[in-house]
Each structure stands twice: as structure tokens, then as C-alpha cells.
């Protein structure tokens, strides 16, 4: 991906992000937003936006700048942000299995890909991105459990919708590093990862 389009789709991501956040804390009233604890999830989905940034001025601040890589961290939480705004979650019951399932593909691709950047080989690189996605869901889960135990009423949490995230986010993020690998993944060491 030229530098410019990727530079550009960050940024529309991560604005679209803040943007799609602010909605939700400013209209809690709307009937897509009952009892999904939004003003609670908002501060941890803003999250997302240091990760790459940190990382990336922690390990030297090399250039490029892992644009795509920080793309796909962001997109998981704006696309699960929109869900809720568009009101998707309410209208249409596949919602929250296709995003947990797209939402890890992308996620994991992004780490994959950044693990494209380091020594590690294409077989390690897929299988931590696989692993880091089961952990990542298996904590992710648990915070629901968390949220809903506080009171927060609307997430509806039931022991077969928690195993099939588990089972659609787990195999999201195995395809996600997989995409990473086939598509992204540097073919000479040194290569950048942000096509």
C-alpha cells in the first residue's frame, strides 16, 4: 500500500473512531446504546490508538512508521463502535458472531504483520498472531463478564454465546495472521511490513 493512502486511511480510522465514541457518550439515551455500558467501554477503546505509537517509539522509532499496522489495531474498535452507533447489533442477530470473527482477522493481522517486522520466521509469526488472538478474546470474554456483573444489563451474556466468540475470534484471528503472511509479510528481512 503507497505510504500516502496508508498515512491517510490511519488517520481516517482513528478519527472515525474518536468521532463514532463521542457519539455514544453524548447520546446514551438512543436505543442502540441501552445497556451496553458505552460510557464504559469508551476509555478502553480509546486505547487502541497509543498501542502501535508506544511500541513503535519503544523499540527505536524506525522508519516507516507501521501505518497499516496501526490501521488494523484501530479498525476492530471503530467497526464494533459503528455496530452499536448503526444500530446493527439490535437489527441483525448475525452482527455480533461476523464481528467477532472480522474484528479478530483484522486485529491479528495487524499483529502479525508488525511481528513481520521483527526476526521471528513465518511459521512463528502465524502462530503468535493465532495465540495472542485466543488470548486476547479468552481476556476480552472475561471483561464482558465483568461489565455485565456490574450491572450492565443489555449484554445479554450466555454460556453458548461466550464459546462461540471464543471459537469465531480464535479462528479470525488464525485466518487474520494468515492473510498477514500470504499477503503482507516482508520477503526480505528488512523489507517494510507497510505496503
Request: glycine fraction near 12%; proline fraction near 5%; charge should be negative.
Amino acid at each position: 500500500m503507497p505510504h500516502l493512502w496508508s498515512h491517510r486511511l490511519l488517520w481516517i480510522t482513528r478519527v472515525a473512531l474518536v468521532v463514532a465514541l463521542l457519539v455514544t457518550v453524548a447520546f446514551p439515551e438512543w436505543e442502540q446504546f441501552a445497556g451496553k455500558g458505552m460510557g464504559f467501554r469508551a476509555p478502553f477503546f480509546l486505547l487502541p490508538l497509543a498501542v502501535v505509537p508506544m511500541v513503535w517509539r519503544f523499540r527505536g522509532g524506525h522508519d516507516p512508521y507501521p501505518h497499516l499496522v496501526d490501521t488494523l489495531v484501530v479498525a476492530p474498535f471503530l467497526v464494533d463502535t459503528l455496530g452499536n452507533v448503526l444500530g446493527f447489533y439490535n437489527n441483525f442477530n448475525a452482527t455480533d458472531d461476523v464481528l467477532h470473527f472480522v474484528n479478530w482477522v483484522l486485529l491479528m493481522g495487524g499483529v502479525t504483520l508488525a511481528l513481520g517486522r521483527t526476526s521471528v520466521s513465518k511459521l512463528t509469526g502465524w502462530t503468535l498472531g493465532w495465540g495472542l488472538g485466543g488470548l486476547a478474546i479468552i481476556w476480552w470474554e472475561a471483561a464482558e463478564f465483568l461489565v455485565q456483573e456490574m450491572g450492565t444489563a443489555g449484554l445479554s451474556l450466555t454460556y453458548e454465546d461466550t464459546i462461540g466468540d471464543l471459537l469465531l475470534s480464535s479462528t479470525g484471528g488464525a485466518v487474520g495472521a494468515a492473510l498477514a503472511i500470504w499477503l503482507g509479510w516482508p520477503r526480505i528481512r528488512g523489507e517494510s511490513a507497510d505496503r
